[in-house]
């Protein structure tokens, strides 16, 4: 299939431009936020605190979404959550240029993100197959994670730049204008399906203990969690601590900052590619372990190197550690999951990855006055690559748990029982 196949379809099309702009527009707060809570505080603490405010509410309400996304138009949906983030965005860029801002505006305004961010995910997820025909969503979804990574290395580098010479409300009131390049392709689509479900008999509790039942049951897919959660855990509070590392142990400013969330986005748009052109999941378990073991050896080394050339360097194996990893393991549970539950498992999966890292990161950052920023990342580098290490010793096992259900999908020869495959 062509690499831009979806690209023909005019809904998905015009999707993919408005969320290539928006999505640099963010990164471009992003990189603004963070600066300017650890410059007005230089506290890790706080600085994992507004990460916390914004992320948190993914781990108490995602699982909740797909009751929302199940019962009302999608797109209403996606127009209610990106206007929300909107006015988030142009709030901040009021107080911070009127210089009226303060710690706790930060803390309420990311809280306001966060909330609407814990409808937002799940509902483009469910957003895709309405964009595209069945046959061409694979290649939606993988342009798509490819814009994502995209972003992460320009948004940043377009962010240090404007922070440095404009100020960060300047960059909060571009990411408030980014929105529309979302909204007006949403209300330009037409002819958008958006296929309601029949609404089940049973309540929403017994229905999240069906799926709870079925994660911890399913012993593949509770270890891929298992091993996305130690990911969140330990991996990603380094994105929350950049700012802190740059100026404290770098001795840099926004410039520098950009530089190394460059490294991050460039190494996440390789993996991202490397696993656009994977065309079976058998491995990708395996692939998932390693990459985490890259990434835990990367933070490793981070934490003893004072030099931003190797930092930024050294956050290229990051970024392509912890894409590599999520996606890896996303496409495997997707592929492992049974169709009536794949909705409260990937709720799950949000969970694990989106709700764990704010909650480790604020824990973490509590840990300076003992072991320092340094030593945190050296902390956590180990704690992926013992993660990495453990879900190693059981591929084997958990590939012939899994055989069964690739031979059914076609993934696997029926004269296959999992021996001498790769989990």
Known sequence: MNIFASLKERNFRLYFIGMSISLNGTWIQNVALGWMVYSLTGSLVVLSASTFMAQIPNFFVTPFASILIDRFNRKKLLLITQSIAA????????????????????????????????????????????????????????????????????????????????????????????????????????????????????????????????????????????????????????????????????????????????????????????????????????????????????????????????????CMPIGFGVIANVAAINTVIQHLSSEDKRGRVMGYLSMAFNGLAPISGLMLSGLREYIGLQGILALCGSGVVVGGVWFLTRCKKMMKLASDTYINKGILAPNKDGQNVRF
């Open 87 to 314: 006015f988030q965005a142009i709030m901040l860029a009021v107080l911070a240029l009127t210089h009226t801002i303060q710690i706790w505006h930060i803390l309420l305004l990311s809280l306001c993100l966060g909330l609407a961010n814990s409808l937002d995910i799940p509902t483009r997820q469910a957003f895709y197959p309405s964009l595209v025909p069945k046959e061409k969503l694979g290649n939606a979804i993988a342009l798509n994670s490819t814009v994502i990574n995209a972003a992460k290395l320009f948004g940043p580098a377009i962010g240090g730049v404007v922070v440095k010479f404009f100020g960060e409300g300047i960059c909060f009131l571009v990411n408030g204008l980014s929105f529309a390049g979302v909204i007006i392709p949403l209300l330009m689509m037409r002819n958008v399906p958006n296929p309601i479900p029949k609404v089940k008999k049973s309540s929403v509790v017994v229905d999240l203990k069906e799926g709870f039942r079925y994660v911890i049951s399913n012993r593949p897919i509770r270890n891929l969690l298992l091993l996305l959660s130690c990911t969140s855990l330990f991996g990603l509070p380094l994105m929350t601590y950049i700012p802190a590392f740059v100026k404290d142990i770098l001795h840099g400013d926004s410039m520098m900052q950009s530089l190394l969330y460059g490294g991050v986005g460039a190494g996440a748009v390789v993996a991202s590619i490397v696993l656009a052109v994977r065309k079976t999941p058998l491995g990708l378990g395996h692939f998932a372990a390693m990459s985490g073991l890259a990434l835990g050896a990367a933070l490793v080394v981070l934490s003893r190197v004072a030099s931003p050339i190797i930092s930024a360097i050294l």
